[in-house]
């Protein structure tokens, strides 16, 4: 439980470059890890939206382990990499994400029970936290480039957070454009839009805030205008300082 015995999610819009082995803490991911409060917070990696990529799990071992955290990981291909799943997540004091094919991902979880499991985790207060993807699941849905490289609504996400989220705002073209279209329609649910570098950081149901690593980076509301379009308004952002 976090010690604020709030329920903590961190959705990130993206990282701009993945974190490198020798490199400082990301102030994201540090600012993930001091939600649940623990000193030495136990995290555990899912990069199943990328297939379970070994080299980004070393990535993010590497980068942990550096700064006080215990990384373990769950990987679902082939097989688990453990006997009991369930147990490895509800074990941990941060859950975190990694990007890749949303689709696929909430996919693989539903099919291995996961998305129920994610929910236990995230009402037992354990800190739970991703980037694109790994942002886009805890909503109803978002943008996704999982069927092509088209942007299309996505829309099974967890539910745990109302709405929708739109990551890689403002550093891949297509995503603004895309994301007005799919709120203007219907498409998608009003909901949040993240610059790479800025996440939105909420405790139990509610946005607490907008978080960013940099100067610059926004965080927006987009909401239907009533009139058959959409419209985003920038929401305030504390900008973090690195690890």
């Known amino acids: 439980m976090a010690a604020d015995g709030r329920r ?20 994201l991911i540090a600012y993930a890890l001091e939600l649940s409060g623990a ?3 136990r995290v555990c990696v899912l990069n199943t939206a990328f297939g379970d990529d070994q080299a980004g799990l070393v990535r993010m071992y590497a980068v942990l382990s550096q700064h006080g955290a215990r990384p373990s990981h769950l990987q679902l291909f082939p097989m ?8 490895l997540l509800l074990s941990q004091d941060v859950i975190f994400v990694g990007g890749g094919s949303v689709a696929n991902m909430v996919a693989v979880w539903r099919v291995h029970g996961l998305d ?5 985790a995230w009402e037992a207060g354990i800190a739970m936290a991703g980037v694109s993807a790994g942002a886009i699941c805890w909503f109803s849905g978002g943008t996704t480039d999982s069927f092509g490289p088209e942007l299309r609504a996505f829309t099974a996400g967890l539910g745990m957070l109302p709405g929708s989220y739109c990551p890689h705002y403002s550093s891949e073209p297509t995503r603004r454009p895309a994301y007005h279209s799919f709120v203007a329609d219907g498409a998608l649910a009003a909901g949040l839009a993240c610059d790479d570098g800025t996440a939105a950081h909420f405790a139990d149901n509610e946005l607490a805030g907008m978080v960013a690593d940099r100067p610059g980076a926004t ?4 909401e239907p205008d009533g009139a ?16």
């Open 219 to 222: 965080g927006y509301l987009v």
């Open 8 to 27: 903590h999610i961190l959705a990130i819009g993206g990282f701009g470059k993945a974190p490198s082995q020798d490199q400082r803490l990301p102030a």
């Open 80 to 87: 688990p990499n453990v006997a009991d799943p369930a147990d």
């Open 39 to 41: 000193a030495q917070p």
């Open 228 to 243: 058959g379009g959409s419209a985003e308004t920038a929401l305030p952002v504390s900008v973090l300082l690195e690890a």
């Open 116 to 120: 129920q499991v994610m929910r236990q």
